[in-house]
T-cell receptor
Framework: DGGITQSPKYLFRKEGQNVTLSCEQN?????MYWYRQDPGQGLRLIYY???????QKGDIAEGYSVSREKKESFPLTVTSAQKNPTAFYLC?????????????FGPGTRLTVT | EDKVVQSPLSLVVHEGDTVTLNCSYE??????LLWYKQEKKAPTFLFML????IEKKSGRLSSILDKKELFSILNITATQTGDSAVYLC??????????FGGGTRVLVKP
């Protein structure tokens, strides 16, 4: 079964702690993306990666970090510098970025920081 | 800066009604516009539109793009409770990163 998995589904952390969200895909997609969704709002791009060992900041990268050491994996770390980390985080992938391609989304991780 | 605006923010209809959702955009170097449906979690892809005036159809859903007036419409006919969701519109920028609108929340009552 091909797809994108994110874990965990729900994550609770205390303020001041870093936390890493997992995203794995077995679709052989080159490009991967992280979005944040706040209640009643659309998705905002945090980081994206077009190829292994390369990634770019999206619109709201401050307080986040990523790595892309393997094609299948694109973990997102929410650092203590992120002022409002509580949100729903969605990972996505697409075949590539050179052509227009729809993005496929994982099931999301809901992070709550108290 | 690319901008995507959806309207209305939300609407409530009864089963059997027809729904029309709007998405207007301002982007440099427009290539396509995408529609997604988000029920509880992951958005699922509905349509990709690249050409003006050509309707895309999938069952009771259809969508059309107007590149002159810079908007797209998503229509849902004979709505069912399973159509209740947030409908998201997005436009790709450089690197295929998507700029999303705020979404329209549709609630279909039995």
């Amino acid at each position: 079964d091909g797809g994108i998995t994110q874990s965990p589904k729900y994550l609770f952390r205390k303020e001041g702690q870093n936390v890493t969200l997992s995203c794995e895909q077995n679709l052989n997609h080159d490009a991967m993306y992280w979005y944040r969704q706040d209640p009643g709002q659309g998705l905002r791009l945090i980081y994206y990666s077009q190829i292994v060992n390369d990634f770019q900041k999206g619109d709201i990268a401050e307080g986040y970090s990523v790595s892309r050491e393997k094609k299948e994996s694109f973990p997102l770390t929410v650092t203590s510098a992120q002022k409002n980390p509580t949100a729903f985080y969605l990972c996505a992938s697409s075949l590539g970025t050179g052509n227009i391609q729809e993005q496929y989304f994982g099931p999301g991780t809901r992070l709550t920081v108290t | 800066e690319d901008k995507v605006v959806q309207s209305p923010l939300s609407l409530v209809v009864h089963e059997g009604d027809t729904v029309t959702l709007n998405c207007s955009y301002e982007v440099t170097n427009f290539r396509s516009l995408l529609w997604y449906k988000q029920e509880k979690k992951a958005p699922t892809f509905l349509f990709m539109l690249t050409s003006s005036g050509i309707e895309k159809k999938s069952g009771r859903l259809s969508s059309i793009l107007d590149k002159k007036e810079l908007f797209s419409i998503l229509n849902i006919t004979a709505t069912q409770t399973g159509d209740s969701a947030v409908y998201l519109c997005a436009v790709p920028a450089a690197g295929n990163k998507l700029t999303f609108g705020g979404g329209t929340r549709v609630l279909v009552k039995p």
